[in-house]
T-cell receptor, first 116, second 118 residues
Framework: AQKITQTQPGMFVQEKEAVTLDCTYD???????LFWYKQPSSGEMIFLIY??????QNATEGRYSLNFQKARKSANLVISASQLGDSAMYFC?????????????FGSGTKLNVKP | EAGVTQFPSHSVIEKGQTVTLRCDPI?????LYWYRRVMGKEIKFLLH????????ESGMPNNRFLAERTGGTYSTLKVQPAELEDSGVYFC????????????????FGPGTRLTVT
């Protein structure tokens, strides 16, 4: 079974509006971390935001926030005030366990297009 | 500080040929990972080095794939002989080993090598 599911292959959003990218995960570990990465057309993977399984508050980083619903096993990325430069592929990832060297599990990604 | 670099950026080879991908991690990063994304699918883990040792190679598809990290610096991933299904984008990532439980630590990714097998 897939550990990370991203159900939106593609999304469109109008510039300056907010958009939510969905991510659900599957793990039996109590300790885990959830990450979002952005991949622009240039190819590099840019780390955006992290949420730990024990974190009680939703993570925020500038215009990015993570809507963490532990009971539903979802970790949706919210981008506020979308900009043209936000057009990219977005990947949700999970690291199981406590150790920072454990591998990541990724979803299949969501391609976001921001319209002017 | 230089990021993770990968070479080549693109490679087009014929089925049956050999290709070697290279990854240079961020200096000082003991952990080095290889991942692969086949068109439209999820990014999948291939293997993990700690320094020069293979820590986890559970994601390697078969024995046509050989990864090395001599001296614990750069790594190579060789595919021999290449098959059509090996086409995809191969990502390398690296991270520090802080020696403490810290699941928040990110992995730093390279831009990937796009491999096309025809």
């Amino acid at each position: 079974a897939q550990k990370i599911t991203q159900t939106q292959p593609g999304m469109f959003v109008q510039e300056k509006e907010a958009v939510t990218l969905d991510c659900t995960y599957d793990t039996s570990d109590q300790s885990y971390g959830l990450f979002w990465y952005k991949q622009p057309s240039s190819g590099e993977m840019i780390f955006l935001i992290y949420q730990g399984s024990y974190d009680e508050q939703n993570a925020t980083e500038g215009r990015y926030s993570l809507n963490f619903q532990k009971a539903r096993k979802s970790a949706n990325l919210v981008i506020s005030a979308s900009q043209l430069g936000d057009s990219a592929m977005y990947f949700c990832a999970m690291r199981e366990g406590r150790w920072n060297f454990n591998k990541f599990y990724f979803g299949s990604g969501t391609k976001l297009n921001v319209k002017p | 500080e230089a990021g993770v670099t990968q070479f080549p950026s693109h490679s087009v080879i014929e089925k049956g040929q050999t290709v070697t991908l290279r990854c240079d991690p961020i200096s000082g990063h003991d952990n080095l990972y290889w991942y692969r994304r086949v068109m439209g699918k999820e990014i999948k883990f291939l293997l993990h080095f700690v320094k020069e040792s293979k820590q986890d190679e559970s994601g390697m598809p078969n024995n046509r794939f050989l990864a090395e990290r001599t001296g614990g610096t750069y790594s190579t991933l060789k595919v021999q002989p290449a098959e059509l299904e090996d086409s995809g984008v191969y990502f390398c990532a690296s991270s520090q080993d802080t020696g403490t439980p810290n699941p928040s630590y990110e992995q730093y990714f390279g831009p990937g090598t796009r491999l096309t097998v025809t």
